[in-house]
Protein backbone atom coordinates (compact mmCIF):
# COMPACT_ATOMS: atom_id res chain seq x y z
CA UNK A 1 0.00 0.00 0.00
CA UNK A 2 3.01 2.58 0.18
CA UNK A 3 3.45 1.98 -2.59
CA UNK A 4 0.41 3.16 -4.15
CA UNK A 5 0.55 6.26 -1.67
CA UNK A 6 4.47 6.86 -2.99
CA UNK A 7 3.24 6.31 -6.85
CA UNK A 8 -0.23 7.51 -6.65
CA UNK A 9 0.16 11.85 -7.11
CA UNK A 10 2.44 10.38 -10.25
CA UNK A 11 0.49 8.43 -11.48
CA UNK A 12 -2.43 10.82 -11.26
CA UNK A 13 -0.41 13.22 -13.17
CA UNK A 14 0.34 10.84 -15.73
CA UNK A 15 -3.36 10.23 -16.11
CA UNK A 16 -4.64 13.53 -16.73
CA UNK A 17 -1.20 14.19 -19.37
CA UNK A 18 -2.72 11.29 -21.14
CA UNK A 19 -6.14 13.06 -21.40
CA UNK A 20 -4.64 16.18 -22.42
CA UNK A 21 -2.46 14.15 -25.26
CA UNK A 22 -6.16 12.52 -26.34
CA UNK A 23 -7.78 15.63 -26.25
CA UNK A 24 -5.82 17.13 -28.14
CA UNK A 25 -5.11 14.96 -30.54
CA UNK A 26 -8.61 14.70 -31.18
CA UNK A 27 -9.16 18.30 -31.90
CA UNK A 28 -5.83 18.20 -34.29
CA UNK A 29 -7.52 14.80 -35.94
CA UNK A 30 -10.95 16.26 -36.35
CA UNK A 31 -9.46 19.33 -38.20
CA UNK A 32 -7.54 17.76 -40.37
CA UNK A 33 -10.24 15.42 -40.82
CA UNK A 34 -12.89 18.00 -42.19
CA UNK A 35 -10.07 19.28 -44.05
CA UNK A 36 -8.81 15.89 -45.97
CA UNK A 37 -12.64 15.18 -46.60
CA UNK A 38 -13.05 18.62 -48.19
CA UNK A 39 -9.95 17.95 -50.10
CA UNK A 40 -10.71 14.18 -50.96
CA UNK A 41 -14.10 15.44 -52.36
CA UNK A 42 -12.34 18.02 -54.55
CA UNK A 43 -12.32 18.40 -58.24
CA UNK A 44 -8.70 19.88 -58.11
CA UNK A 45 -6.50 16.74 -58.84
CA UNK A 46 -3.73 18.15 -57.10
CA UNK A 47 -5.57 18.73 -54.01
CA UNK A 48 -7.10 15.17 -54.48
CA UNK A 49 -3.92 13.68 -55.37
CA UNK A 50 -1.84 14.90 -51.52
CA UNK A 51 -4.94 13.99 -49.72
CA UNK A 52 -4.65 10.51 -50.86
CA UNK A 53 -0.95 10.52 -50.17
CA UNK A 54 -1.43 11.56 -46.70
CA UNK A 55 -4.21 9.22 -45.86
CA UNK A 56 -2.21 6.10 -47.72
CA UNK A 57 0.77 6.65 -46.03
CA UNK A 58 -0.57 7.26 -43.21
CA UNK A 59 -2.52 4.02 -42.69
CA UNK A 60 0.40 1.95 -44.09
CA UNK A 61 3.17 3.05 -41.13
CA UNK A 62 2.91 2.12 -37.92
CA UNK A 63 2.33 4.59 -35.15
CA UNK A 64 5.37 4.27 -33.67
CA UNK A 65 7.56 4.38 -36.72
CA UNK A 66 5.68 7.69 -37.40
CA UNK A 67 5.75 9.01 -33.90
CA UNK A 68 9.36 8.30 -34.28
CA UNK A 69 9.88 9.42 -37.93
CA UNK A 70 8.17 13.03 -36.41
CA UNK A 71 9.54 13.41 -33.45
CA UNK A 72 13.33 13.25 -34.27
CA UNK A 73 13.16 14.08 -38.24
CA UNK A 74 11.26 17.07 -37.63
CA UNK A 75 13.96 18.30 -35.03
CA UNK A 76 16.51 17.46 -38.03
CA UNK A 77 14.10 19.71 -40.38
CA UNK A 78 13.59 22.11 -38.17
CA UNK A 79 17.45 22.49 -37.20
CA UNK A 80 17.93 22.43 -41.06
CA UNK A 81 15.69 25.44 -41.68
CA UNK A 82 16.87 27.60 -38.64
CA UNK A 83 20.55 26.98 -39.71
CA UNK A 84 19.68 27.89 -43.12
CA UNK A 85 18.07 31.25 -41.94
CA UNK A 86 21.40 31.69 -39.53
CA UNK A 87 23.45 31.80 -42.93
CA UNK A 88 21.62 33.25 -44.66
CA UNK A 89 20.22 36.43 -42.79
CA UNK A 90 22.41 35.98 -39.61
CA UNK A 91 19.24 35.12 -37.58
CA UNK A 92 20.14 32.98 -34.75
CA UNK A 93 17.17 30.83 -34.01
CA UNK A 94 17.05 27.63 -32.20
CA UNK A 95 13.27 25.55 -31.78
CA UNK A 96 13.70 22.60 -29.98
CA UNK A 97 10.68 19.91 -30.46
CA UNK A 98 8.60 19.74 -27.11
CA UNK A 99 7.75 15.71 -26.78
CA UNK A 100 4.51 16.67 -25.60
CA UNK A 101 3.90 18.88 -28.57
CA UNK A 102 5.36 16.18 -30.95
CA UNK A 103 3.04 13.29 -29.63
CA UNK A 104 -0.08 15.28 -29.92
CA UNK A 105 1.31 16.72 -33.34
CA UNK A 106 1.96 12.55 -34.72
CA UNK A 107 -0.91 11.40 -32.85
CA UNK A 108 -3.33 13.95 -34.73
CA UNK A 109 -1.31 13.41 -37.52
CA UNK A 110 -2.38 10.17 -37.62
CA UNK A 111 -5.99 10.11 -36.71
CA UNK A 112 -6.45 12.72 -39.04
CA UNK A 113 -6.01 10.57 -42.08
CA UNK A 114 -8.73 7.83 -40.36
CA UNK A 115 -11.19 10.73 -39.48
CA UNK A 116 -11.14 11.93 -42.82
CA UNK A 117 -12.11 8.52 -44.04
CA UNK A 118 -15.15 8.96 -42.21
CA UNK A 119 -15.79 12.50 -42.97
CA UNK A 120 -16.37 11.81 -46.67
CA UNK A 121 -18.19 8.88 -46.23
CA UNK A 122 -20.67 10.46 -44.04
CA UNK A 123 -20.67 13.86 -46.25
CA UNK A 124 -21.39 11.61 -49.34
CA UNK A 125 -24.22 9.89 -47.56
CA UNK A 126 -26.02 13.28 -47.24
CA UNK A 127 -28.44 13.55 -50.11
CA UNK A 128 -28.01 15.93 -52.69
CA UNK A 129 -31.55 16.62 -52.94
CA UNK A 130 -31.50 18.29 -49.76
CA UNK A 131 -28.59 20.23 -50.60
CA UNK A 132 -30.46 21.44 -53.58
CA UNK A 133 -33.71 22.04 -51.76
CA UNK A 134 -31.08 24.88 -49.16
CA UNK A 135 -29.46 26.66 -52.42
CA UNK A 136 -32.78 26.81 -53.84
CA UNK A 137 -34.18 28.48 -50.61
CA UNK A 138 -31.78 31.21 -50.88
CA UNK A 139 -29.06 29.81 -48.59
CA UNK A 140 -25.65 30.58 -49.22
CA UNK A 141 -23.01 27.74 -49.19
CA UNK A 142 -22.07 28.28 -45.38
CA UNK A 143 -25.51 28.21 -44.37
CA UNK A 144 -26.40 25.23 -46.22
CA UNK A 145 -22.98 23.77 -44.51
CA UNK A 146 -24.38 24.66 -41.37
CA UNK A 147 -27.82 24.14 -41.02
CA UNK A 148 -27.97 20.63 -43.50
CA UNK A 149 -24.64 19.09 -44.61
CA UNK A 150 -23.19 19.04 -40.46
CA UNK A 151 -25.98 18.34 -38.28
CA UNK A 152 -27.04 15.58 -41.14
CA UNK A 153 -23.72 14.04 -41.87
CA UNK A 154 -22.42 13.93 -37.76
CA UNK A 155 -25.30 11.65 -37.68
CA UNK A 156 -23.24 9.48 -40.25
CA UNK A 157 -20.46 9.86 -38.71
CA UNK A 158 -20.41 9.43 -34.99
CA UNK A 159 -20.66 5.75 -35.21
CA UNK A 160 -16.90 6.04 -36.82
CA UNK A 161 -15.45 9.44 -34.93
CA UNK A 162 -16.28 7.35 -31.85
CA UNK A 163 -14.50 4.07 -33.18
CA UNK A 164 -11.46 6.24 -34.28
CA UNK A 165 -11.52 8.14 -30.61
CA UNK A 166 -11.13 4.76 -28.92
CA UNK A 167 -7.90 3.37 -30.84
CA UNK A 168 -6.98 7.05 -30.30
CA UNK A 169 -6.89 6.86 -26.94
CA UNK A 170 -4.82 3.47 -26.73
CA UNK A 171 -2.55 5.27 -29.57
CA UNK A 172 -1.45 7.42 -26.71
CA UNK A 173 0.18 5.38 -24.98
CA UNK A 174 2.89 5.45 -26.76
CA UNK A 175 4.33 9.00 -26.36
CA UNK A 176 5.50 7.39 -23.17
CA UNK A 177 8.29 6.16 -25.48
CA UNK A 178 9.46 9.58 -26.54
CA UNK A 179 9.88 10.98 -23.05
CA UNK A 180 6.53 11.97 -22.12
CA UNK A 181 5.56 10.88 -18.42
CA UNK A 182 1.90 9.54 -19.20
CA UNK A 183 0.33 7.19 -16.88
CA UNK A 184 2.00 4.40 -19.01
CA UNK A 185 5.59 5.72 -18.11
CA UNK A 186 4.72 6.22 -14.61
CA UNK A 187 3.67 2.75 -13.97
CA UNK A 188 5.89 1.51 -15.98
CA UNK A 189 8.56 2.93 -13.95
CA UNK A 190 6.62 1.68 -10.83
CA UNK A 191 6.60 -1.82 -11.61
CA UNK A 192 10.20 -1.80 -11.81
CA UNK A 193 10.95 -0.01 -8.65
CA UNK A 194 8.54 -1.89 -6.43
CA UNK A 195 8.30 -5.36 -8.27
CA UNK A 196 4.49 -5.03 -8.07
CA UNK A 197 3.72 -4.91 -11.57
CA UNK A 198 -0.35 -5.95 -11.95
CA UNK A 199 -1.15 -3.33 -8.88
CA UNK A 200 0.17 -0.87 -11.00
CA UNK A 201 -0.27 -1.66 -14.65
CA UNK A 202 -3.81 -3.13 -13.49
CA UNK A 203 -4.45 0.62 -12.71
CA UNK A 204 -3.39 2.12 -15.43
CA UNK A 205 -5.39 -0.34 -17.83
CA UNK A 206 -8.39 0.31 -15.21
CA UNK A 207 -8.05 3.95 -15.89
CA UNK A 208 -8.40 2.99 -19.79
CA UNK A 209 -11.47 1.39 -19.80
CA UNK A 210 -12.73 3.75 -17.46
CA UNK A 211 -12.58 6.32 -20.10
CA UNK A 212 -13.36 3.94 -22.98
CA UNK A 213 -16.63 3.58 -20.98
CA UNK A 214 -17.19 6.98 -20.40
CA UNK A 215 -16.70 7.99 -23.45
CA UNK A 216 -19.29 5.32 -24.95
CA UNK A 217 -21.81 6.81 -22.70
CA UNK A 218 -21.35 10.20 -24.23
CA UNK A 219 -21.11 8.93 -27.82
CA UNK A 220 -24.32 7.39 -27.06
CA UNK A 221 -25.83 10.02 -25.78
CA UNK A 222 -24.71 12.90 -28.63
CA UNK A 223 -25.97 9.79 -31.01
CA UNK A 224 -29.05 10.65 -29.60
CA UNK A 225 -29.29 14.22 -30.22
CA UNK A 226 -27.91 14.11 -34.00
CA UNK A 227 -30.68 11.22 -34.52
CA UNK A 228 -33.46 13.54 -33.85
CA UNK A 229 -35.77 13.50 -36.50
CA UNK A 230 -34.89 11.18 -38.13
CA UNK A 231 -37.37 7.69 -38.26
CA UNK A 232 -35.65 4.58 -38.55
CA UNK A 233 -36.55 2.28 -41.61
CA UNK A 234 -36.14 -0.86 -41.63
CA UNK A 235 -34.37 -3.00 -38.62
CA UNK B 1 29.14 -6.27 -63.24
CA UNK B 2 30.83 -3.23 -62.94
CA UNK B 3 27.42 -1.37 -61.56
CA UNK B 4 27.56 -4.44 -58.50
CA UNK B 5 31.48 -2.63 -57.47
CA UNK B 6 29.46 0.59 -57.97
CA UNK B 7 27.18 -0.58 -55.81
CA UNK B 8 29.02 -2.24 -53.32
CA UNK B 9 31.10 1.34 -52.97
CA UNK B 10 28.15 2.80 -52.61
CA UNK B 11 26.75 0.68 -49.38
CA UNK B 12 30.36 0.34 -47.86
CA UNK B 13 30.26 4.34 -48.01
CA UNK B 14 26.74 4.85 -46.55
CA UNK B 15 26.34 4.84 -42.77
CA UNK B 16 22.74 3.94 -42.74
CA UNK B 17 22.79 0.94 -45.70
CA UNK B 18 25.97 -0.52 -44.87
CA UNK B 19 25.83 -4.39 -45.60
CA UNK B 20 25.64 -4.54 -41.77
CA UNK B 21 22.96 -2.72 -41.34
CA UNK B 22 21.10 -4.38 -44.47
CA UNK B 23 21.56 -7.57 -42.53
CA UNK B 24 19.86 -6.27 -39.55
CA UNK B 25 16.80 -4.44 -41.65
CA UNK B 26 16.53 -8.53 -43.12
CA UNK B 27 16.66 -10.07 -39.60
CA UNK B 28 14.28 -7.29 -38.56
CA UNK B 29 11.74 -7.94 -41.43
CA UNK B 30 12.00 -11.54 -40.58
CA UNK B 31 11.18 -11.16 -36.83
CA UNK B 32 8.22 -8.78 -37.83
CA UNK B 33 6.82 -11.27 -40.25
CA UNK B 34 7.33 -14.56 -37.92
CA UNK B 35 5.67 -12.93 -34.91
CA UNK B 36 3.12 -11.03 -36.41
CA UNK B 37 2.45 -14.39 -38.89
CA UNK B 38 2.76 -16.60 -35.19
CA UNK B 39 0.32 -14.59 -33.08
CA UNK B 40 -2.24 -14.13 -36.09
CA UNK B 41 -2.46 -17.89 -36.66
CA UNK B 42 -1.93 -18.91 -32.77
CA UNK B 43 -5.54 -15.56 -32.33
CA UNK B 44 -7.09 -17.52 -35.12
CA UNK B 45 -7.53 -20.85 -33.85
CA UNK B 46 -8.43 -19.68 -30.19
CA UNK B 47 -11.06 -17.21 -31.87
CA UNK B 48 -13.05 -19.67 -33.53
CA UNK B 49 -14.27 -21.47 -30.12
CA UNK B 50 -14.17 -18.10 -28.64
CA UNK B 51 -16.52 -16.35 -31.16
CA UNK B 52 -18.81 -19.71 -30.87
CA UNK B 53 -18.91 -19.32 -27.24
CA UNK B 54 -19.82 -15.24 -27.17
CA UNK B 55 -22.45 -16.20 -29.42
CA UNK B 56 -23.96 -18.93 -26.89
CA UNK B 57 -27.48 -18.01 -25.41
CA UNK B 58 -26.30 -19.58 -22.15
CA UNK B 59 -24.55 -16.24 -20.02
CA UNK B 60 -22.08 -17.81 -18.29
CA UNK B 61 -19.88 -18.85 -21.19
CA UNK B 62 -20.85 -15.61 -23.49
CA UNK B 63 -20.32 -13.52 -20.35
CA UNK B 64 -16.49 -13.94 -19.46
CA UNK B 65 -15.71 -13.84 -23.07
CA UNK B 66 -17.08 -10.67 -23.55
CA UNK B 67 -15.16 -9.49 -20.61
CA UNK B 68 -12.05 -10.91 -21.92
CA UNK B 69 -12.60 -8.83 -25.42
CA UNK B 70 -13.38 -6.24 -23.43
CA UNK B 71 -10.50 -5.87 -21.70
CA UNK B 72 -8.10 -6.59 -24.51
CA UNK B 73 -9.85 -4.38 -27.06
CA UNK B 74 -10.55 -1.60 -24.05
CA UNK B 75 -6.50 -1.34 -23.16
CA UNK B 76 -3.51 -0.46 -25.36
CA UNK B 77 -1.30 -3.15 -26.25
CA UNK B 78 1.40 -1.93 -24.93
CA UNK B 79 -0.11 -2.09 -21.66
CA UNK B 80 -0.75 -5.68 -21.88
CA UNK B 81 2.50 -6.13 -23.54
CA UNK B 82 4.21 -4.67 -19.97
CA UNK B 83 1.74 -6.74 -17.75
CA UNK B 84 3.06 -9.96 -19.12
CA UNK B 85 6.21 -9.10 -19.85
CA UNK B 86 7.05 -7.51 -16.21
CA UNK B 87 4.03 -9.07 -14.45
CA UNK B 88 4.71 -12.89 -15.57
CA UNK B 89 8.17 -13.25 -14.56
CA UNK B 90 7.01 -11.59 -11.00
CA UNK B 91 5.08 -14.72 -10.08
CA UNK B 92 7.13 -17.38 -7.85
CA UNK B 93 5.18 -19.94 -8.60
CA UNK B 94 6.16 -19.36 -12.49
CA UNK B 95 9.72 -18.96 -11.99
CA UNK B 96 9.95 -21.93 -9.96
CA UNK B 97 8.50 -24.24 -12.87
CA UNK B 98 11.06 -26.25 -14.54
CA UNK B 99 11.03 -24.78 -18.17
CA UNK B 100 11.45 -21.04 -16.78
CA UNK B 101 14.27 -20.46 -18.97
CA UNK B 102 13.22 -21.65 -21.59
CA UNK B 103 10.21 -19.37 -22.21
CA UNK B 104 11.65 -16.46 -20.09
CA UNK B 105 12.19 -14.51 -23.48
CA UNK B 106 11.15 -11.13 -24.59
CA UNK B 107 10.27 -13.02 -28.08
CA UNK B 108 7.93 -15.43 -26.04
CA UNK B 109 6.22 -12.62 -23.83
CA UNK B 110 5.61 -10.43 -26.86
CA UNK B 111 4.01 -13.61 -28.90
CA UNK B 112 1.87 -14.06 -26.02
CA UNK B 113 0.40 -10.76 -25.67
CA UNK B 114 -0.07 -10.67 -29.23
CA UNK B 115 -1.68 -13.50 -29.51
CA UNK B 116 -4.34 -12.75 -27.02
CA UNK B 117 -4.66 -8.93 -28.59
CA UNK B 118 -5.42 -10.60 -31.95
CA UNK B 119 -7.61 -13.34 -30.28
CA UNK B 120 -9.55 -10.86 -28.28
CA UNK B 121 -10.34 -8.89 -31.61
CA UNK B 122 -10.89 -11.41 -33.95
CA UNK B 123 -13.52 -13.05 -31.66
CA UNK B 124 -15.23 -9.62 -31.88
CA UNK B 125 -15.36 -9.99 -35.51
CA UNK B 126 -16.20 -13.16 -36.14
CA UNK B 127 -18.83 -13.44 -33.63
CA UNK B 128 -20.66 -9.97 -35.52
CA UNK B 129 -20.30 -12.28 -38.45
CA UNK B 130 -21.67 -15.11 -36.99
CA UNK B 131 -24.81 -13.19 -35.72
CA UNK B 132 -25.17 -11.76 -39.19
CA UNK B 133 -26.30 -15.28 -40.60
CA UNK B 134 -29.34 -14.81 -42.67
CA UNK B 135 -32.22 -16.57 -40.81
CA UNK B 136 -33.27 -18.30 -42.97
CA UNK B 137 -30.36 -20.45 -43.66
CA UNK B 138 -30.38 -21.16 -40.01
CA UNK B 139 -34.06 -22.58 -40.36
CA UNK B 140 -33.75 -24.69 -42.99
CA UNK B 141 -31.17 -26.19 -41.58
CA UNK B 142 -33.17 -27.06 -38.73
CA UNK B 143 -35.91 -28.17 -41.40
CA UNK B 144 -33.28 -30.78 -42.53
CA UNK B 145 -33.15 -31.88 -38.94
CA UNK B 146 -29.38 -30.47 -38.01
CA UNK B 147 -28.17 -30.31 -35.00
CA UNK B 148 -26.48 -27.06 -33.24
CA UNK B 149 -22.85 -28.34 -34.00
CA UNK B 150 -23.61 -29.54 -37.28
CA UNK B 151 -25.65 -26.17 -38.29
CA UNK B 152 -22.37 -24.89 -36.75
CA UNK B 153 -20.42 -26.61 -39.05
CA UNK B 154 -21.99 -26.60 -42.08
CA UNK B 155 -23.93 -23.59 -42.72
CA UNK B 156 -22.56 -21.05 -39.98
CA UNK B 157 -19.16 -21.25 -39.97
CA UNK B 158 -18.47 -21.20 -43.36
CA UNK B 159 -20.58 -18.24 -44.61
CA UNK B 160 -19.33 -16.26 -41.28
CA UNK B 161 -15.97 -16.79 -42.27
CA UNK B 162 -16.47 -14.92 -45.67
CA UNK B 163 -18.33 -12.76 -44.46
CA UNK B 164 -15.60 -12.00 -41.55
CA UNK B 165 -13.05 -11.75 -44.45
CA UNK B 166 -13.15 -8.03 -45.11
CA UNK B 167 -12.69 -6.91 -41.32
CA UNK B 168 -10.33 -9.64 -40.70
CA UNK B 169 -8.02 -7.63 -43.20
CA UNK B 170 -7.85 -4.61 -41.49
CA UNK B 171 -7.20 -6.75 -37.91
CA UNK B 172 -4.44 -8.19 -39.57
CA UNK B 173 -2.67 -4.69 -40.64
CA UNK B 174 -3.62 -3.49 -37.41
CA UNK B 175 -1.47 -6.69 -36.42
CA UNK B 176 1.41 -5.50 -38.29
CA UNK B 177 1.34 -2.12 -37.48
CA UNK B 178 0.76 -3.09 -33.44
CA UNK B 179 3.79 -5.46 -33.46
CA UNK B 180 6.31 -2.38 -33.73
CA UNK B 181 5.74 -2.15 -29.83
CA UNK B 182 8.03 -5.10 -29.61
CA UNK B 183 11.11 -2.96 -30.14
CA UNK B 184 10.07 -1.25 -26.68
CA UNK B 185 10.77 -4.75 -24.77
CA UNK B 186 13.96 -5.07 -26.16
CA UNK B 187 13.17 -7.49 -29.62
CA UNK B 188 15.30 -6.69 -32.75
CA UNK B 189 12.30 -6.33 -35.22
CA UNK B 190 12.00 -3.95 -38.09
CA UNK B 191 11.16 -1.28 -35.67
CA UNK B 192 14.02 -2.22 -33.33
CA UNK B 193 16.45 -2.99 -35.90
CA UNK B 194 15.82 1.06 -36.95
CA UNK B 195 16.11 2.01 -33.36
CA UNK B 196 19.66 0.17 -33.13
CA UNK B 197 20.73 1.63 -36.44
CA UNK B 198 19.77 5.12 -34.92
CA UNK B 199 21.47 4.75 -31.77
CA UNK B 200 24.94 3.43 -33.70
CA UNK B 201 24.88 6.35 -36.76
CA UNK B 202 23.90 9.13 -35.64
CA UNK B 203 21.47 9.54 -38.30
CA UNK B 204 17.71 10.10 -36.26
CA UNK B 205 16.06 10.24 -39.27
CA UNK B 206 16.85 8.18 -42.15
CA UNK B 207 16.38 4.32 -40.91
CA UNK B 208 12.81 5.06 -39.40
CA UNK B 209 12.61 6.44 -43.07
CA UNK B 210 13.49 2.97 -44.53
CA UNK B 211 11.59 0.63 -42.12
CA UNK B 212 8.27 2.94 -43.13
CA UNK B 213 8.74 2.22 -46.36
CA UNK B 214 9.04 -1.60 -45.66
CA UNK B 215 6.18 -1.50 -43.62
CA UNK B 216 4.22 0.45 -46.35
CA UNK B 217 4.92 -2.38 -48.57
CA UNK B 218 4.03 -4.90 -46.62
CA UNK B 219 0.99 -3.46 -45.79
CA UNK B 220 -0.14 -3.44 -49.76
CA UNK B 221 0.99 -7.03 -50.03
CA UNK B 222 -1.90 -8.05 -47.08
CA UNK B 223 -4.25 -5.54 -48.66
CA UNK B 224 -3.98 -7.00 -52.46
CA UNK B 225 -3.51 -10.63 -50.73
CA UNK B 226 -7.17 -9.86 -49.20
CA UNK B 227 -8.50 -8.11 -52.13
CA UNK B 228 -7.81 -11.26 -54.11
CA UNK B 229 -8.92 -13.48 -51.55
CA UNK B 230 -12.45 -11.35 -51.56
CA UNK B 231 -12.30 -11.66 -54.94
CA UNK B 232 -12.53 -15.59 -54.85
CA UNK B 233 -14.58 -16.22 -51.89
CA UNK B 234 -17.11 -13.31 -52.32
CA UNK B 235 -17.40 -14.49 -56.11
CA UNK B 236 -21.00 -15.06 -55.55
CA UNK B 237 -22.11 -12.16 -53.72
CA UNK B 238 -21.34 -9.52 -56.30
CA UNK B 239 -23.92 -8.22 -58.57
CA UNK B 240 -24.60 -9.97 -61.28
CA UNK B 241 -23.38 -8.76 -64.48
CA UNK B 242 -19.95 -7.68 -62.94
Redesign the interface.
Same mark, same amino acid.
Given at each position: MTDLMQYGPRLFEGAMLTIAVALLSLLLSLLLGLLTASAKMSRNRLIHGIATLYTTIIRGVPDLVMMFLLFFGAQIGLNMITDLLYELYGWDLYIEINSFVAGVVTIGLIFGAYMGETFRGAFLAVDRGQIEAGRAYGMNHGQVFRRIRFPQMMRHALPGLSNNWMVLLKTTALVSVIGLTDMVRVAEEASKQTDQPFLFLGIVALVYLAIASVSEWGFSRLQERYDTGFVGGED | MEWLTTLQAALTDHTVLSADNLARYGEGLVTTVQLVFASLVIGLFLAVPLAIGRSSKRRWISLPIYAYT +? &?FR? /?? *?? &??L? *?IY +??LP !?IDALRDWQYWEYIDRAHVWALVAFTLNTAAYTTEIFRGAIKNTPRGEIEAAKAYGMGYWLRMRRIVLPSAFRRALPAYGNEVIFM =??? !?? @?A !??VTIMDL /?GA??FI @?ARTYS??EP +? =?W &??CI +??CL /??AILYLFRYLEKRLLAHLRPAGE
Open positions: - | +Y &VG /TP *LL &VQY *L +YG !S =LHA !SA @V !SI /TAR @VAF +Y =L &VA +YL /TF
